[in-house]
């Protein structure tokens, strides 16, 4: 059993940035690929990003590519998102997905554990 714990949610301002963490117990750190998720009320579970175990090219929703930024720490047991330029429309509790399907970056059927999620509200 893998869990996954999320941190560094908040309120910005429209411009601003955050960076969440996620920290993962439980499994081999390094044989879980990673995904971030949000979910806006009223609205489905949408991709953000994801990293799978060789930390090889992440892969982004076109929604975010070019102001967010995937990253994976083995040694530190985590993930993070760097969130720049943030909108409105990022509004939304971003939640940390893991996998031991090697290489799997999809849709959140893929993905086997999650946390509870953060919560991101970007004023305007």
Partial sequence: QVQLVESGGGLVQTGGSL???CAASGLTFSLLSMG?????????REFV????QSGGIPNYADSV???????????K???YLQMNSLKPE???????AATPRWGYIGDSRG???WGQGTQ?????
């Fill in 77 to 79: 047991k985590s993930v």
């Fill in 90 to 96: 990022d509004t939304a509790v971003y939640l940390c």
């Fill in 19 to 21: 960076r969440l963490s």
């Fill in 65 to 75: 590519k070019g102001r967010f930024t995937v990253s994976r720490d083995n040694a």
């Fill in 36 to 44: 971030w998720f949000r979910q806006a009320p009223g609205k489905e």
């Fill in 49 to 52: 990003a994801g990293v799978a």
């Fill in 111 to 113: 993905y086997d554990f």
């Fill in 120 to 124: 991101v509200t970007v004023s305007s």
